[in-house]
T-cell receptor, first 116, second 116 residues
Framework: AQSVTQLDSQVPVFEEAPVELRCNYSSSVSVYLFWYVQYPNQGLQLLLKYLSGSTLVESINGFEAEFNKSQTSFHLRKPSVHISDTAEYFCAVSVGYGGSQGNLIFGKGTKLSVKP | NAGVMQNPRHLVRRRGQEARLRCSPMKGHSHVYWYRQLPEEGLKFMVYLQKENIIDESGMPKERFSAEFPKEGPSILRIQQVVRGDSAAYFC??????????????FGPGTRLTVL
């Protein structure tokens, strides 16, 4: 069975500081990896995803994540955060399902709090 | 192009009543997923449906919960005889099914159910 661990439930940082949100997964098969962001009282928005190819993936708002198969990790990073990045971030995996994606398995989330 | 729509956004029920949650997928999407988010928890998969078919309901509680995605109209998640433990945010996601196992799921804003 697959599982996702987000080691940090809360990460407070100051504006313009770098940040890393950690995500580790366990799976005996190949997986697809995702980061979603949830702003207060809203649904989840896809931030970035790794399906295949280059292990470094980037989002349009400066986040990046690197798939590390040997360490079974998919940590999310941003070199300089903004107040507007304050949100909860969820790491998720999918193993595919008979030709379709199947369900996503989520971590418990990391609340990023950016302070001025 | 409208995103995934869910209604109502907030639903209050008394113990023993029925709750009906609706999800309209993105235009052109024929795959629907339901997830539940309990307080301080990540999202947990409940059920995966395609038009008129339940593909995977391994995350659904055995009793009181049911889901459908008819040929016409929205997907419905139905909870009969609600209990306080059903209080949660229920999220619907949809995908096109065209990219097979690399499909992206797009999430709605969620329905927040409160059981008094």
């Amino acid at each position: 069975a697959q599982s996702v661990t987000q080691l940090d439930s809360q990460v407070p940082v100051f504006e313009e500081a770098p940040v890393e949100l950690r995500c580790n997964y366990s799976s005996s098969v190949s997986v697809y990896l995702f980061w979603y962001v949830q702003y207060p009282n809203q649904g989840l928005q896809l931030l970035l995803k790794y399906l295949s190819g280059s292990t470094l993936v980037e989002s349009i708002n400066g986040f990046e994540a690197e798939f590390n198969k040997s360490q079974t990790s998919f940590h999310l990073r941003k070199p300089s955060v903004h107040i507007s990045d304050t949100a909860e971030y969820f790491c998720a995996v999918s193993v595919g399902y008979g030709g379709s994606q199947g369900n996503l398995i989520f971590g418990k989330g990391t609340k990023l709090s950016v302070k001025p | 192009n409208a995103g995934v729509m869910q209604n109502p956004r907030h639903l209050v029920r008394r113990r023993g009543q029925e709750a009906r949650l609706r999800c309209s997928p993105m235009k052109g999407h024929s795959h629907v997923y339901w997830y539940r988010q309990l307080p301080e928890e990540g999202l947990k998969f409940m059920v995966y449906l395609q038009k008129e078919n339940i593909i995977d309901e391994s995350g659904m509680p055995k009793e009181r919960f049911s889901a459908e995605f008819p040929k016409e109209g929205p997907s419905i998640l139905r909870i009969q005889q609600v209990v306080r433990g059903d209080s949660a945010a229920y999220f619907c996601a949809s995908s096109s099914g065209l990219a097979g196992s690399t499909d992206t799921q797009y999430f709605g804003p969620g329905t927040r159910l409160t059981v008094l």
